[in-house]
Nanobody
Framework: QVQLVESGGGLVQTGGSLRLSCAAS????????MGWFRQIIGREREFVAA???????YYADSVKGRFTISRDNAKNTVYLQMNSLKPEDTAVYSC?????????????????WGQGTQVTVSS
């Protein structure tokens, strides 16, 4: 079993920055794909970013150039650096782990989820 715990959310003004962390524990392997998704109440969960074991990264068009995903396999931690934040980035951000090496952009492709952390960007 794998446990994921996010931290780093909060309230920030437009144009500000936040760094989210996702600490993984349990039977997790560096080969897993690690992803970040976000969800606004009443809307479907949407893909934000993901990183493969090889270091290859993938981003939603809406965050490309502003967000950066990274991982520290030695610490079993994944990060999401968010810069130039906009009010439309406001959501609950969740970390997810996929027990396959092939990339997936959909929530159903991930096997383990954290509880999420709230990010609120004020205008």
């Amino acid at each position: 079993q794998v446990q994921l715990v996010e931290s780093g959310g909060g309230l920030v003004q437009t144009g500000g920055s936040l760094r989210l962390s996702c600490a993984a524990s349990g039977r997790i392997f560096s080969s897993y794909v690690m992803g970040w998704f976000r969800q606004i109440i009443g809307r479907e969960r949407e893909f934000v970013a993901a990183i493969r074991w090889s270091g290859n990264t993938y981003y939603a068009d809406s965050v490309k150039g502003r967000f950066t995903i990274s991982r520290d396999n030695a610490k079993n931690t994944v990060y999401l650096q968010m810069n130039s934040l906009k009010p439309e980035d406001t959501a609950v951000y969740s970390c997810a782990a996929r027990s396959q090496t092939i990339m997936s952009w959909t929530p159903s492709g991930y096997d383990y989820w954290g509880q999420g952390t709230q990010v609120t960007v004020s205008s």
